[in-house]
């Protein structure tokens, strides 16, 4: 199935998931679909040693609905989403089939991803982290080990939708200018669409001497035009109503 | 003790490929026979260390047994969070190293005295506290993680502490109470971590010469039920640590106890007065040791 036609099926259960269960961070999830589709379609496979962590847990909906689609578990499980005695809390979970690490404080992905890579150069590890996240100083202690010691199978995904929990970044804590700041640290940086299948594929595949920092410009709640870039959708549940608006838009 | 402890680990490097050494820029004339031995099993991180804690949980998931190594609260403390959700919580298998027990850097202030770490790390479900009395019980902690993985929190004094033989070993079996001096069957000083000379020179004085003295080198919250056993058999008992009570040993020992009214049970610790007041550990140990 080609990666358009899956993100429909991810947003969908996303969308109705979160309506049901009334779970925040519906515009977080939609913001990285596209880039999880990628990653596990092309590079963190059943029969590969590859890895992914999730560092922005809040964000495992989407995860595990990748997870589901690509059947690292049945849909009866993924429905148990956020209910009681069910494995998918609503941070990632290395309770569930296909998750390593749990998260959902922040900072905490990027130095566990830099361990595996230190002692495991042959397999390549995928990090993802969020925007805000970013302000966290354990990601610069990890960024400054992973530079200095050039691990280049470890490739880090930054989910750049400018917005996060209270604000927009830039009014926060601006990151820019991200792309020096990285250069400077040792990487190498690129900057790309996040929501563009072809140039995921490519740039996340790409080998690089340097450890590999790409930055995908994302839209927050990206695919359903009410809810993109607005703060509110960090928070609130769509109702029936803003379900099928959003789900006949997709 | 940390030379000792850099010893078991360099010998046990020799066969085990899967022990890993991680050190927070510290361990100055002591860690570098490791690293020049075994430059692929260490790693000096730098100074950071939330990030020390999360790539020991990164190395533990490919299969390592990693030794994080730093001093008193720095690797504990400062990277409570990263040891609660990364490592405890994820039950892998690393040994926080603190060097530095209680005062024993007593004239370098708060910063470098471990007062509360006890009560940190005995709140997380999967830890196991190894706080060695003397070089033997380093050696037992030590053989008791290579055979046991899963979360440990190794402290440490700095100094080495007198050896206390007793010729227990025979009837001794690390995690359970150890006969240090026998006196009568229901009256105990329990011991953990180096204050086993405080207990015997406080059992050489009239109000404790009763007092059997004992040393409990491990501890956790999943040893309350085999260690409420073992001390059932006392009316009284005494404990000492070198570190505050609230949050302490003497509370664990309390909580083990339970609503248990046959035990009487009193503790010598640290008094938070302690906090910000300068001298070396002697001075400070005399001043400020409380018996409640």
């Known amino acids: 199935m080609i990666e358009s036609n899956i993100q429909k099926i991810i947003r969908k259960e996303i969308l109705t998931i979160t309506n049901k269960t009334k779970s925040p961070h519906i515009a977080s999830n939609l913001s990285i679909v596209d880039i999880l589709v990628v990653i596990y379609k092309y590079f963190v496979k059943k029969n590969n040693k590859n890895k992914f962590i999730l560092s922005k847990g809040h964000a495992c909906l989407s995860l595990y609905c990748v997870l589901h689609f690509f059947n690292y578990f049945s849909k009866k499980t993924l429905y148990t989403f956020s209910k009681n005695k069910s494995k998918l809390m609503s941070h990632a979970s290395h309770k569930v089939p296909g998750v390593i690490f749990s998260t959902g404080s922040l900072g905490h992905g990027l130095p566990f991803a830099a361990g595996k890579a230190y002692v495991n150069k042959k397999d390549n590890i995928y990090c993802l982290i969020s925007d805000g996240e970013i302000n966290e100083g354990s990601n610069w202690e990890a960024l400054m080990f992973i530079g200095h010691h050039k691990l280049n199978n470890i490739k880090i995904i930054l989910d750049y939708n400018k917005i996060q929990s209270l604000d927009f970044v830039k009014n926060v804590i601006d990151l820019e200018p991200l792309k020096k700041k990285l250069n400077s640290f040792g990487f190498y940086v690129s900057k790309i669409d996040g929501h563009n299948y072809k140039l995921l594929k490519s740039v996340i595949g790409k080998k690089t001497n340097k450890p590999h920092f790409i930055i995908t410009d994302t839209i927050k709640g990206k695919g359903v035009k009410f809810m993109e870039n607005s703060v509110l959708w960090h928070y609130k549940p769509p109702d029936n109503d803003q379900l099928n608006k959003a789900i006949k838009k997709l | ?292």
């Open chain 2, 1 to 292: 003790m940390r030379k000792k402890f850099i010893e078991i680990i360099y010998n046990k490097m020799k066969t085990n490929k899967k022990i890993f050494l991680i050190v927070g820029d510290l361990g100055f004339n002591l860690v570098e026979p490791i690293y020049k031995s075994y430059p692929k099993n260490f790693l000096n991180v730098g100074i950071a260390e939330q990030n020390m804690a999360g790539i020991a949980a990164g190395i533990a998931s490919e299969g390592y047994h990693v030794f994080i190594y730093s001093i008193a609260n720095f690797p504990t403390f400062r990277c409570a969070e990263q040891i609660r959700n990364d490592i405890d919580y994820h039950n892998l298998n690393v040994t926080i190293v603190s060097a530095g027990a209680g005062l024993s850097y007593g004239s370098l202030g708060y910063s470098h005295h471990a007062l509360q770490d006890y009560a940190l790390m005995r709140s997380f479900p999967n830890m196991e506290i190894i706080s060695p009395g003397d070089d033997n019980e380093l050696q037992d902690g030590l053989s008791y993680s290579f055979k046991n993985p899963g979360p440990k929190y190794l402290r440490l004094e700095k100094d080495n502490k007198k050896i206390f033989n007793y010729k227990w070993k025979k009837k001794y079996k690390f995690g359970g109470l150890r006969n240090i001096k026998f006196k009568s069957i229901n009256k105990a000083i329990i011991t953990t971590g180096p204050c086993i000379q405080k207990a015997v020179d406080l059992s050489n004085k009239k109000k404790f010469k009763e007092f059997s003295i004992y040393s409990l080198p491990i501890w956790s919250m999943k040893s309350k039920k085999k260690i409420k056993k073992q001390i059932s058999k006392f009316k009284k008992i005494l404990t000492i640590e070198n570190h505050l009570e609230d949050g302490g040993f003497s509370s664990w020992m309390r909580e083990v106890n339970g609503a248990n009214t046959n035990i009487q049970i009193s503790s010598m610790s640290l008094s938070s007065k302690v906090i910000g007041k300068v001298g070396s550990q002697d001075f400070l140990e005399n001043q400020y040791y409380k018996i409640r």
